[in-house]
């Protein structure tokens, strides 16, 4: 009788825009974790958006605040493409967000594979 080998099914690729390199580092060692692959970082929004003119995905984390703008334009490419995502942030005083983004979930740093897994 052969071992049974358990496969992980990929979760499609996913992105993590974040523009702190340890979060985002262990953001994309927990969204391997929990199956996706590719899991590509990116630091700023000029490159998310050039990667996402040529490239899909199926789950996204982006940092709310991305030096001194934010992700909100990206997230809207994101919508359009119908890319499921969340956003991050570490401000307890972040503004409402738009009502284009009405029920968008907001994950408080730091936060945990568990969490992510729940919202996937």
Do not use: C, H, W
Request: charged share 20%.
């Amino acid at each position: 009788m052969e071992p049974t080998i358990a496969v992980l099914a990929t979760r499609g690729a996913a992105l993590v825009v974040e523009d702190n390199p340890i979060i985002a580092l262990d953001t994309q060692m927990m969204l391997e974790e929990l199956g996706f692959s590719p899991v590509q970082t990116l630091a700023n929004l000029a490159e998310a958006a050039e990667t996402l003119a040529t490239q899909l995905f199926s789950f996204a984390i982006l940092d709310v605040k991305i030096g001194d703008d934010t992700s909100l334009a990206f997230a809207s490419q994101l919508l359009e493409k119908g890319t499921k995502f969340i956003f991050a942030s570490g401000y307890s005083d972040l503004d409402p967000l738009p009502t284009a983004f009405e029920g968008q979930v907001v994950l408080s740093k730091p936060y945990t594979k568990a969490q992510i897994g729940a919202l996937i």
